[in-house]
């Protein structure tokens, strides 16, 4: 199969997990487009519509938007205004990328994925900032595919879990967290490049509104966060 993909993620995604998601969607043989020029949006709206609007309409077969795991931290160290400027930067950008791609989307046939992060059904501790803007993304998924059902658009949401953060940030960290999980080990970008590859198969246009996890099993422990 092959399809092609827009891949503009919030702007508070950590770059590296951004630059490693494109490398593992082109792994598994799909045709990733950055419109920004990094898979991560601008916050400048209008350079963002630029931006897509160098992509032809209903050209994308997919659009991937959304944001990794955000730092976690307990709500009453959060200064005021924490939440609002989280909100604006994560679920607000996500919804303008989402909008202005949505003409660029086969019409029927475009699938939006919305990536968030499974702490927004666990509860953890630490999750009050995090957990607010991925439910948020959840609900825009459902909002959506109501909305757009009848231009012939899916919208699916991916949940990610905890990520793996390999050498680099400290693998005692990963080992320790993996423990706690049913599957043994951390989510990493290529489970998730291979999830998409699976929303977009052919057979599954019955499948909208719904929000797939990909954690190892964080949500069910109430881990989704660490």
């Not at 598994?28 to 487009?33: C, F, H, I, K, S």
């Amino acid at each position: 199969m092959s399809a092609r993909i827009a891949l503009c993620l919030s702007p508070d995604t950590w770059p590296d997990r951004a630059r490693a998601l494109a490398h593992a969607l082109r792994d598994v043989g799909l045709e990733v487009v950055e419109p920004c020029g990094s898979p991560v949006a601008s916050r400048d709206l209008d350079a963002l519509e630029r931006d897509v609007a160098a992509i032809a309409e209903s050209s994308l077969d997919a659009a991937l938007a959304g944001v990794f795991e955000l730092d976690p931290g307990p709500a009453i160290d959060m200064p005021l205004g924490a939440l609002p400027d989280a909100l604006h930067d994560t679920l607000g950008l996500s919804f303008h990328v989402a909008r202005v791609l949505q003409p660029r989307l086969k019409s029927p046939g475009g699938t939006l994925v919305v990536l968030c992060g499974s702490g927004a059904w666990s509860g953890s501790a630490g999750a009050a900032l995090t957990g607010a803007v991925h439910a948020g993304l959840d609900n825009l998924v459902k909002t959506l595919a109501t909305e757009w059902a009848p231009l012939g658009v899916r919208v699916v949401g991916l949940a990610a879990g905890p990520l793996a953060r390999g050498e680099a940030e400290g693998p005692a960290r990963d080992v320790e967290a993996a423990r706690h999980l049913p599957a043994g080990r951390l989510t990493r970008c290529d489970d998730l490049a291979a999830a998409v590859r699976a929303l977009l198969a052919p057979g599954l246009d019955v499948l909208t509104g719904a929000t797939i996890t990909v954690d190892g099993g964080a949500s069910i422990r109430g881990l989704g966060l660490f």
